[in-house]
């Protein structure tokens, strides 16, 4: 959209919303200030120069999902606590799922192949070959998801660990199909196989903490 707005627009709307970002978060708490403060910085270094990490499919796709997942997850759960630092357990789980959501943003390259290799922009199925991202991005999806169910059995959350592992296994299974056709199965894994992820997944663990 930056590339349609004449002028330099694009920036002034950038810097405004960030300025109005860090005013509101500012009101919520120094933690949740901390977290806004980093989620600006990776949205800034993602799109920006000299950093522009979506040049990269390995620092983008991290800072997305550092961003989408675990800084959401923070800041949600300091808001709630009243801007206090969540305890350790939140902050573990948090950058799991920001791990495995690395996986997710992979997701989003295989429909752009052609366009990023002419762009220059080395996203894991231009550097790794679609069939060599798609096995990355399932292990990636997947091994965070093993690592709660662990850590929600020693926490003695049986139930919770057992939802997450349904939801898991219905991933994996799809993950089959998604893997005989990268390019042809990623929208239809994006739209089925990441809400288990996304939604199921961390409803149950949000019921765990």
């Not at 923070?74 to 357990?89: E, N, R």
């Not at 992979?106 to 790794?128: E, W, Y």
């Not at 994996?172 to 239809?188: C, E, N, S, T, Y």
Request: proline content about 6%; glycine content about 12%; hydrophobic content about 55%.
């Amino acid at each position: 959209p930056s590339g349609r707005i004449p002028g330099r627009w694009g920036l002034y709307i950038a810097m405004i919303w960030t300025g109005l970002s860090l005013a509101v978060a500012s009101l919520l708490g120094s933690w949740v200030l901390i977290a806004t403060c980093l989620g600006l910085f990776l949205a800034w270094a993602y799109s920006a120069p000299p950093l522009r990490l979506k040049r990269n499919g390995w620092l983008g796709n991290a800072a997305c999902g550092f961003s989408y997942e675990g800084l959401a997850w923070v800041t949600g759960a300091a808001v709630m606590l009243g801007g206090a630092l969540p305890p350790w357990p939140v902050l573990t789980l948090a950058l799991l799922y920001s791990l495995g959501a690395h996986g997710i943003m992979t997701l989003n390259d295989f429909k752009a192949m052609d366009g990023d290799r002419q762009m220059g922009i080395r996203s894991l199925p231009v550097q790794l070959g679609a069939q060599g991202a798609a096995r990355v991005a399932c292990a990636i999806m997947a091994a965070p998801q093993f690592v709660v169910i662990a850590l929600l059995l020693q926490w003695q959350r049986p139930v919770e660990a057992l939802v997450v592992a349904a939801f898991l296994t219905g991933q994996l299974v799809l993950m089959i199909r998604f893997l005989r056709d990268p390019v042809g199965k990623a929208l239809f894994y994006s739209g089925f196989g990441v809400p288990l992820f996304v939604s199921m997944g961390l409803a149950a663990i949000a019921f765990a903490f």
